[in-house]
């Protein structure tokens, strides 16, 4: 891959890929909060929010089970890949008390509802964030003081391919400048592209050393992912 070197060395060696030998990064993001600043003046800073009855019925979390309960994982200043059982438990207890505040478990669609004003605050990836706002300009979009998830698409060849040589040209492709500038600038997410973020009007900023230390990837919990599912299952029912 020609175009390699363009790619920015924070997103070299994933743990989804340890030595990048297998993906070439597409796009990155986080999973804070977007809230509407008309709305609520004062920044938001914390997961905290999301327990705080002031907002009861204007607040939705995303429709995923690794996002709320590794957001009150982070909040209680643990992992958000924990397979503690303590740790867990607490999570559990944050979530279903969080639950009775919020107005729904939601992802992408909730955008139309920030738009709205139906809902004030949301758990929302910041790319989904900034494609609302073109529509809506008074929302803002935060990385919560405790942190949360950082995330990485990424591009890959399957084995089962059937013209691997036209994949791996697509993904050079991808790798130029202005082709990972435009596809940014559509999607509203980072780019991992460094070359592409210095041709780009408003490119994603790259996270801080400061913000790194509180950014975390989802990993593969193993075993584990039963436990999650369970406890999923429960707050969900609660």
Known sequence: LTNWQNV???FHNLPTDPESTHTVPWQWGTSGIAYRTDKIPDPLDSWAVFLDRKFHGKMTMM???REVIGAFLRYRGHSLNSTDPKELAAAKADSVEAKKHLKAYI???????????????????????????AEQPNLGYVIPKEGCTIWGDSM?????????R????????????????ALSEATGYGTPNAAAAKVMKNPVPYPTEEE?????????????????????????SA
């Open 166 to 181: 036209a994949a791996h040209e697509w993904m050079n492709f991808i790798l130029r400048p202005e082709v990972g500038a």
């Open 212 to 236: 790194l230390k509180r950014l975390e990837y989802q990993v593969d919990l193993g075993k584990d992912t039963a436990v999650w599912d369970q406890i999923w299952t429960e707050i969900k």
């Open 156 to 164: 890959c060849v399957p084995k089962s391919a059937s013209n691997k």
């Open 8 to 10: 920015s060395p924070i």
């Open 107 to 133: 992802s992408a669609p909730v955008k139309s509802q920030l738009i709205s004003g139906d809902v004030w605050i949301a758990q929302l990836w910041n790319g989904d964030t900034t494609q609302a706002k």
């Open 63 to 65: 429709d995923d089970g």
